[in-house]
């Protein structure tokens, strides 16, 4: 059974603070990776896709352990508008797997 | 505008009353596939499509059919419902389900409520 792990928090965060997910996989023939942002009640939209080099998207970087399963999203100088939940997503030959998602809470 | 798109996006109905979700999607994509979300257990797979006429069951295919006729709609049928079923539905699309950074596009969503 494939799964994918996330810690479902709430992470409470104050507005400014530097804030980091991670994920891990069950699946080792997953092959691409995925942070999807969802707000409540709508349809999840791709925040990011995460390479095996890291990539890095203005305040977003997203990072992938391949040997120890497990990917990562760090959130710098964090924003009210970022509040959401956060989904990872492995994929393989047959789809997308997500994580329940890590709910994340700005604070002013 | 490439999208997917649901309907209906809200249904109330009863128990055993046949039902079905259509989604559609205009962006040519060779892979649809439907989610249910439910609190704590996040999105599940229900069932997917690789391409017209092949679908394949996922996670939790149970008390759910589809059909892919055509390569824009993928309808998700609830032939006999029951309120375990209450639930978010997503449908969703990308161009193909290989081990590719393909994004997959989500519909807005359809929240049903079986009484």
């Known amino acids: 059974r494939k799964e994918v792990e996330q810690d479902p928090g709430p992470f409470n965060v104050p507005e400014g603070a530097t804030v980091a997910f991670n994920c891990t996989y069950s699946?080792?023939?997953?092959?691409?990776f995925f942070w999807y942002r969802q707000d409540c009640r709508k349809e999840p939209k791709l925040l990011m896709s995460v390479y095996s080099s890291g990539n890095e998207d203005g305040r977003f970087t997203a990072q992938l352990n391949r040997a120890s399963q497990y990917i990562s999203l760090l959130i710098r100088d964090s924003k009210l508008s970022d509040s959401a939940t956060y989904l990872c997503?492995?994929?393989?030959?047959?789809?997308?797997?997500f994580g329940k998602g890590t709910h994340l809470i700005i604070q002013p | 505008e490439a999208q997917v798109t649901q309907n209906p996006r809200y249904l109330i109905t009863v128990t055993g009353k046949k039902l079905t979700v259509t989604c559609s999607q205009n962006m040519n994509h060779e892979y649809m596939s439907w989610y249910r979300q439910d609190p704590g257990l996040g999105l599940r797979q229900i069932y997917y499509s690789m391409n017209v006429e092949v679908t394949d069951k996922g996670d939790v295919p149970e008390g759910y059919k589809v059909s892919r006729k055509e390569k824009r709609n993928f309808p998700l049928i609830l032939e006999s419902p029951s309120p375990n079923q209450t639930s978010l539905y997503f449908c969703?699309?990308?161009?193909?389900?290989?081990?590719?950074?393909?994004?997959?596009?989500f519909g807005p969503g359809t929240r049903l409520t079986v009484l």
């Open positions: 969703a699309s990308s161009w193909d389900s290989t081990s590719s950074y393909n994004e997959q596009f």
């Open positions: 699946n080792s023939a997953s092959q691409s």
């Open positions: 997503g492995a994929r393989d030959a047959d789809g997308l797997t």
